[in-house]
């Protein structure tokens, strides 16, 4: 895991494999809460990445250590549960 206090709001969040996953809003936590309009499938709350998926912190980006398509599936829920877990 990186520095989580180097992640700041506007940062980009990308995959290892350098796809666009979300945009950083805060850091809450041991957590990066991501904004609401770049929050997937569903924008009307936010999502969370786990500060343990972060890679490397450099420039504008967060570069988290899964493939873009892994960490859409690794994203959490405000009280923690996964969102892959959520059943319609």
Same mark, same amino acid.
């Given at each position: 895991?990186?520095?989580?206090?180097?992640?700041?709001?506007?940062?980009?969040?990308?995959?290892?494999?350098?796809?666009?996953?979300?945009?950083?809003?805060?850091?809450?936590?041991?957590?990066?809460?991501?904004?609401?309009?770049?929050?997937?499938?569903?924008?009307?709350?936010?999502?969370?990445?786990?500060?343990?998926?972060?890679?490397?912190?450099?420039?504008?980006?967060?570069r988290?250590? !899964?493939?873009?398509?892994? !960490?859409?599936?690794?994203?959490?829920?405000e009280?923690?549960? !996964?969102?892959a877990?959520?059943?319609?």
């Amino acid at each position: 895991m990186s520095d989580l206090s180097r992640v700041t709001a506007h940062m980009e969040i990308i995959g290892a494999d350098g796809v666009h996953i979300g945009t950083v809003d805060k850091v809450e936590g041991n957590r990066i809460r991501m904004t609401k309009a770049d929050s997937g499938s569903h924008s009307d709350h936010h999502h969370y990445i786990s500060g343990a998926l972060v890679a490397e912190v450099e420039g504008n980006q967060v570069r988290l250590s !899964a493939s873009g398509d892994a !960490a859409a599936l690794l994203e959490e829920e405000e009280g923690g549960e !996964a969102l892959a877990d959520k059943r319609p």
